[in-house]
């Protein structure tokens, strides 16, 4: 199977709420995603809408990250909620519709996820990249999790050279309402490459 394309922001596409999925579709769209985060190398998650199938699917598998102390495995979660959280921490995230930005976010550190096939309990890194995910299907990016725009967004150091247009530059095309919208383009400052965490610690989660 084939890789499908990856949305890039600010497609409206990703701004939207999924819908939930029939348990018939599940093992299409999980094939779609595995086929298509396979094809990024340390790519630990992916969402269904992020490659246009707007349903609440996501795929996640930190078994081979470093910065994982513990995982599931693979987990494929079809109309995924979270049911219980606990703890608070700040960490790095990447993502593959934001290609150009890292940023700090905050996650809860231990998550509880009933899910079609059952009831997963996640910790740490792996407990982040399924919120990460998680937020995907609600039309949420990281970017609407920062507490600063300013001192919490980086531009990735490979692109330090030809810098892309800033998140929110588009002007606001496909809809977002300035609640949704990531912040105003003017007023973001990123840290210098390589900023206060290396690159080669981030997680590019999908
Ligand atoms: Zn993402």
């Given at each position: 199977m084939p890789a499908r394309p990856v949305l890039l922001y600010p497609d409206p596409a990703l701004k939207a709420v999924a819908a939930p999925v029939q348990a018939s579709e599940v093992d299409s769209v999980a094939g779609e995603l595995l086929a298509t985060m396979s094809s990024y190398e340390r790519c630990v998650g992916l969402a269904a809408p992020q490659i246009s199938l707007p349903v609440r699917v996501v795929v996640v598998d930190v078994s081979d990250h470093p910065k994982a102390e513990t995982s599931n495995g693979l987990l494929v979660l079809a109309n995924p909620r979270?049911?219980?959280?606990?703890?608070?921490?700040?960490?790095?995230?990447?993502?593959?519709?934001?290609?150009?930005?890292?940023?700090?976010?905050?996650?809860?550190?231990?998550?509880?996820?009933?899910?079609?096939?059952?009831?997963?309990?996640?910790?740490?890194?792996?407990?982040?990249?399924?919120?990460?995910?998680?937020?995907?299907?609600?039309?949420?990016?990281?970017?609407?999790?920062?507490?600063?725009?300013?001192?919490?967004?980086?531009?990735?150091?490979?692109?330090?050279?030809?810098?892309?247009?800033?998140?929110?530059?588009?002007?606001?095309?496909?809809?977002?309402?300035?609640?949704?919208?990531?912040?105003?383009?003017?007023?973001?400052?990123?840290a210098p490459a390589g900023g206060p965490v290396p690159e080669s610690r981030v997680a590019p989660f999908d």
């Open positions: 979270v049911v219980a959280a606990e703890g608070s921490e700040v960490g790095r995230e990447g993502c593959l519709s934001l290609p150009d930005f890292t940023a700090n976010v905050r996650r809860a550190t231990r998550v509880v996820v009933e899910h079609l096939g059952g009831t997963v309990k996640c910790q740490g890194f792996e407990a982040r990249a399924v919120q990460h995910e998680l937020d995907h299907l609600d039309g949420i990016l990281f970017l609407d999790r920062v507490e600063s725009l300013v001192d919490d967004v980086f531009r990735r150091r490979s692109y330090a050279g030809s810098p892309p247009d800033p998140p929110g530059s588009s002007g606001g095309g496909g809809g977002a309402s300035s609640k949704d919208s990531p912040g105003r383009a003017d007023g973001l400052r990123t």
